[in-house]
């Protein structure tokens, strides 16, 4: 179990990885200047491009508080988001996060969804309530987000605005109780999906306003099989 020498949650923060060594570093001191409370476990897919290494050094720098799990090769942000959680629950925090490597999720953001958590059992960015917005996306990728959700929230009965959303905050016994090893889904309907199961289970879910934006470095991971 983590401690904290202060009266806030414990949160461990869960970013799977794929060729975002531009981003890791700006993204793992982000979320550690947010105190002594925050942990981060990086799931990397075998990043060619020296992510893993770089997250490495971070983690023997900050022991305790950054961790690393390797894994061969790229296998789909459902199954790293799967490890990150396993690990994330033995660990076993007051709060559990999931946010995105590339550094669309503003580290600063993630103090308002756990401040949110008090009274509920996941708090969801969402782009789509108001005060929220995307940066920095054209038209057709605005279009395809929006109605993508809004298909999803219809189909499913969900009331959820913003149903892609990869950047939550989860308490433990919630993520627990969506059977994590049972999620089939991958890219953007992994985390349609969480929610929907955490719905179904009748968990409390509120959406804070947040701010999408785009990658300034690196490389979508938007395919047409996501799509």
């Known amino acids: 179990m983590i401690e904290t020498p202060t009266d806030q949650p414990s949160v461990v923060v869960v970013v799977p990885s794929y060729n975002e060594r531009p981003n890791i570093e700006a993204l793992i001191l982000g979320l550690l200047a947010l105190g002594p409370h925050y942990r981060i476990v990086v799931v ?92 920095g996306w054209p038209l057709w990728r605005r279009l395809m987000s929006r109605m993508g959700g809004r298909y999803a929230s219809a189909v499913l009965d969900a009331p959820v605005s913003d149903l892609t959303s990869g950047f939550k905050v989860w308490r433990p016994t919630t993520l627990a109780s969506i059977a994590i090893d049972g999620l089939r889904s991958d890219g953007y309907a992994f985390t349609i999906e969480a929610t929907w199961r955490a719905l179904r289970r009748g968990a409390r879910v509120t959406e804070v306003p947040i701010v999408f934006t785009d990658r300034v470095a690196g490389a979508s991971k938007l395919s047409r099989r996501i799509v």
């Open 44 to 135: 990397d897919d075998g990043s060619p491009d020296g992510t893993g290494v770089l997250a490495d050094a971070l983690a023997a720098a900050h022991p305790g508080r950054v961790e690393v799990i390797h894994r061969e090769a790229k296998a789909g942000l459902g199954p790293a988001y799967i490890a990150g959680f396993r690990r994330a629950l033995e660990l076993a925090p007051d709060l559990i996060a999931q946010m995105d490597a590339d550094l669309s999720h503003d580290p600063a953001a993630l103090p308002r969804l756990v401040a949110a958590a008090r009274d509920a059992d996941l708090v969801v960015g969402s782009r789509y309530v108001p005060g929220g917005g995307t940066t």
